[in-house]
Nanobody, 121 residues
Framework: QVRLVESGGRLAQSGGSLSLSCAAFGRIVRVNDMGWYRQAPGKQRELVATIAPGSTATYGEAVKGRFIISADLLKNTVTLQMNSLKPEDTAVYHC???????????????WGPGTQVTVTS
């Protein structure tokens, strides 16, 4: 079974920076994509950023130009550098990933329990 573990969420001030990390554990043959989504109270889950082998990163409109996603796809880890934080960035941030988990090409898609980011004005 694969699991994702996020870390780095905390209280931050508006205009500040924060870095989130996600590590994947389990039998993983290959990464299809890894990334971050977020969900604020009363709101729908929202794309933050994703990255896939051989592709440029994709960012949600709300974070473009402020957040940077990077990954070590051999180590199955992904990092989100969050800059110029705004109070509206307050949410639970979930690592989301799809992996190939067997030699016959079976895939697994899931997300971690999340890490809370709170930005104060």
């Amino acid at each position: 079974q694969v699991r994702l573990v996020e870390s780095g969420g905390r209280l931050a001030q508006s205009g500040g920076s924060l870095s989130l990390s996600c590590a994947a554990f389990g039998r993983i043959v290959r990464v299809n994509d890894m990334g971050w989504y977020r969900q604020a109270p009363g709101k729908q889950r929202e794309l933050v950023a994703t990255i896939a082998p051989g592709s440029t990163a994709t960012y949600g409109e709300a974070v473009k130009g402020r957040f940077i996603i990077s990954a070590d796809l051999l180590k199955n880890t992904v990092t989100l550098q969050m800059n110029s934080l705004k109070p509206e960035d307050t949410a639970v941030y979930h690592c989301d990933a799809e992996f190939v988990i067997s030699d016959d090409g079976a895939t697994w898609h899931g997300w971690g329990p999340g890490t809370q980011v709170t930005v104060t004005s």
